[in-house]
């Protein structure tokens, strides 16, 4: 795995100051690397497709699946402008990543009014003690159809 290249986290930081000029979303750009070269990048597009989900890390991810027609994106590495958010690093987490290199921690972006501390807390409450009620429904049919895939020999765990 490679160390840390500067080039690419100004790449990521050059990304973030996009944003300042089009209105996209929040100043935060990301790019993902594989074996050296940059194969995907992401801007923050909250704001333009009306879509809280679309985080910088987040677009970075989906642009190196597509690219490497994989959801696995071991062997890569991402380099943001800031700390990633929690659903972020979920993410990161998911995609199977391997380093993460970042610029701006989450107190500067709390700073700034991207202030996430309220998340990590929430995660960390029980679900009866959490802002949004969570409402476990008991259904058999939904069990069964997670015992089926279960079972299944064709499936593919991720």
Same mark, same amino acid.
């Given at each position: ?30 790019? =993902?690397?594989?074996?050296?070269? =940059? ?39 991402? &380099? ?11 993410? =990161? *987490? !998911?995609?199977?990543?391997?380093? =993460? *290199? &970042? +610029? ?15 998340? *990590?807390?929430?995660? +960390? ?23 089926? !895939? ?7 765990? &991720?």
């Amino acid at each position: 795995m490679a160390e840390f290249n500067t080039e690419f986290l100004r790449e990521a930081i050059r990304l973030s100051k996009e944003n300042l000029t089009d209105g996209a979303g929040g100043p935060f750009g990301a790019v =993902i690397v594989k074996e050296g070269k =940059i194969i995907s990048e992401g801007r923050n597009a909250v704001l333009a497709t009306k879509d809280p989900t679309a985080h910088a890390e987040i677009q970075a991810i989906r642009n190196a699946s597509k690219h490497l027609n994989d959801f696995n994106l071991k062997g890569c590495e991402i &380099y943001t402008n800031c700390e990633p958010c929690p659903m972020c690093l979920s993410a =990161i *987490y !998911w995609a199977r990543l391997d380093k =993460i *290199y &970042y +610029a701006n921690t989450k107190q500067d972006a709390a700073a700034i009014g991207f202030d996430d501390e309220f998340i *990590y807390k929430e995660l +960390a409450l029980p679900e009866v003690q959490r802002k949004i009620e969570m409402i476990h429904i008991n259904n058999e049919d939904a069990r069964k159809i997670f015992l089926e !895939w279960f079972g299944s020999e064709t499936k593919i765990l &991720y």
